[in-house]
Structure formats: C-alpha cells, structure tokens
C-alpha cells in the first residue's frame, strides 16, 4: 500500500527503556548466561530472547522457563537473577543518541515559556518565524520499579526530564495482569499521564500525535496497537535475528499478542513505523519536531524549570 505522509506533527514522544535508553540488554543476556552456565545449559538464543524482550517480568519468565528446563524452582531462579542484576545493572550506559536526543526533547518545553509580551515563545517559532510546539515526553517500560531505580542509579539527571508522573513502569497497578506490551495498555496509559498533566486549555494530544521509541518486537507492535507512530531501534543481534521479516515488524504483524484485535495492527508498508540503527543525528523534521537552539538553556526560566524536575527526580529515588 501507499504509505502515508500527511501526519501531524507529533506532539509526544513515548520511550522504552531496555535497551533502547540504556544498554541493559546485554547485562541481561550475561545474568542469565551465568545461572545457565551453572546449571548446564547453554547460553541463551537471541531467538530466545527476542522472544522475552519488551514482556512484562511473569510472561517473560514463563517463556524463558519453558525453554531453559531449569533444575531449580521459579523462585529461588528469580533470586539468583536478582542478586546478578543488582550486581550489573549499576555499570549500564546510554545507548548512542539518547543524551542528546533527551536533551533537544526537553528544551522544546522553550516553546511553553511566555516571553515578556505574555505570549507563548512557541508562537513566534524558530528562526523560520513558523509556530513551534513543545514535544512532551513520557517512559513506558516493562522494568518493575525496583529495576528502574538499581538501572538509573547512576543516571539520575538524564531521567529527570521524565516526569515522576508520566513513568510507567511494569508493576504499575492501574495495568491489568497479563496486559503488558505487546498488548497497547501501556502506551495508551503514558499518553493518558500526559494529557491529564497538560496545561489547562491544552488541546489534549491524540496517539497519532505520539511517536513510540521501540527497541523489541513485542513493544513495536504495542506501538502500533495503539495506533501510534513507531520508530524501531534494535539491538543489531534482534535485528539479524528477524532479517527479511522487517516489514512485518514495523507493521505490528508478527503475532506476538495471538489473534487478538487484530483490527489494531498496521499494514506493511502504510508510513506508520521506521527502522533507525541508532538514535545518533535524529531526523526531527520528519516528524514535524522544532528543537529551540541550545543558548535557550541559558533563559532563567529554563534553569528553573530544569531544577523542578532534578528535585522531583531526587524526591522519587528517595522514596
């Protein structure tokens, strides 16, 4: 089919962690590759862990289990693994890309800020004299909240642009059991945390206006499941794993979720998802994103509102 181009301008952007974020997916593969090793098996497939990617922690650990055929109960497996993470996790980094794709998406609240006249900044637009909009940004992640803290230990300001009330993280109780990605209750509730946060008289943003960062297969078809606009960054492992099934990927259509709703997944090739090796020299203007220049850090005003959210942040690890 003809793709399609005539897309609004996005107006939020919802990230995955695991290595899309942060380079976890390699921590993984090597805790779960020493508790194999110890019991021996051999090491994990990436036809395997593509499989376990993106999944909340019980289907995920379902599927592993299956395979592995551990000689130990789930639980004290869970144990072992917890200790091995904790142990991990801390030494993760950005991927490629994210600081500075973070960054430009967080000094788009620039265009929020009203200058002396009243007005909104975004109203005069950048140097094209176009209107701009700020680009809200939320995290929607399979990680329980104690991951979340052990991963981000180190990485406290980068994760401050994420508000503490529009994460969502993989124990969250308002998800239902067993609706976790591929299924699309967890994009439309991080797009649900935005709109309820907007600015009174804010147009509340549709799902066309989101655009998904996706790194595994199971959350780009939640992605598209929720009739979001997708862009797929995989591991290059996953990516070699699913060659020549790229277009199903980014069409949602490789049965991950089973026969259900159907209805909600895309079409090969409808303009709706697209692969990027990285997040390195990210193409804004595709997706009709402005990104003020760098010197608007420098307002008071941004400083403030930078301060407010690392304040959060800290409040957050504390609790």
């Given at each position: 089919m003809a793709p399609r181009t005539d897309f609004p301008p996005i107006r939020a952007c919802l990230f995955d962690m695991d290595g899309l974020l942060l380079d976890t997916e390699d921590l993984y593969t090597l805790c779960i590759n020493l508790i194999l090793e110890k019991y021996g098996r051999t090491s994990l497939p990436w036809s395997i862990k593509a499989r376990l990617q993106g999944r909340p922690g019980p289907e995920a650990n379902a599927l592993f289990h299956d395979w592995a055929k551990l000689p130990v109960s789930e639980s004290?497996?869970?144990?072992?693994?917890?200790?091995?993470?904790?142990?991990?996790?801390p030494t993760t980094k950005p991927l490629p890309g994210v600081e500075k794709l973070l960054g430009d998406l967080g000094r788009t609240r620039w265009w929020d800020v009203k200058g002396q006249s009243g007005a909104r900044n975004g109203l005069k637009g950048n140097n094209d004299g176009k209107p701009a909009q700020r680009v809200h940004i939320a995290l929607a992640t399979s990680s329980t909240s104690a991951n979340f803290?052990?991963?981000?230990?180190?990485w406290t300001e980068l994760f401050s642009v994420f508000e503490s009330h529009r994460r969502v993280l993989g124990d969250d109780k308002r998800i239902q059991p067993g609706r976790g990605k591929p299924l699309p209750d967890i994009y439309l509730l991080a797009l649900k945390t935005i709109n309820d946060s907007l600015e009174e008289g804010e147009?509340?943003?549709t799902p066309e206006e989101c655009l998904?960062?996706?790194?595994?297969?199971?959350?780009?078809?939640?992605?598209?499941r929720a009739g979001m606009r997708v862009v797929w960054c995989p591991h290059p492992m996953l990516k070699k794993e699913y060659a020549g099934r790229e277009k199903e990927i980014l069409a949602g259509r490789m049965g991950e979720a089973g026969e259900v709703?159907?209805?909600?997944?895309?079409?090969?090739?409808?303009?709706?998802?697209?692969?990027?090796?990285?997040?390195?020299n990210f193409p804004y203007e595709k997706y009709g994103i402005v990104v003020?220049?760098?010197?608007?850090?420098?307002?008071?005003?941004?400083?403030?509102?930078?301060?407010?959210?690392?304040?959060q942040e800290s409040k957050s690890a504390a609790a």
């Open positions: 004290d497996y869970l144990a072992e693994l917890t200790a091995l993470q904790r142990q991990h996790f803290a052990v991963k981000t230990t180190n147009k509340p943003i998904v960062f996706e790194d595994s297969v199971p959350g780009v078809e939640a992605g598209r709703d159907t209805h909600q997944l895309g079409e090969i090739d409808d303009g709706w998802a697209d692969y990027l090796p990285d997040l390195t003020p220049p760098a010197e608007v850090e420098l307002d008071t005003s941004m400083k403030e509102n930078t301060n407010e959210l690392v304040t």
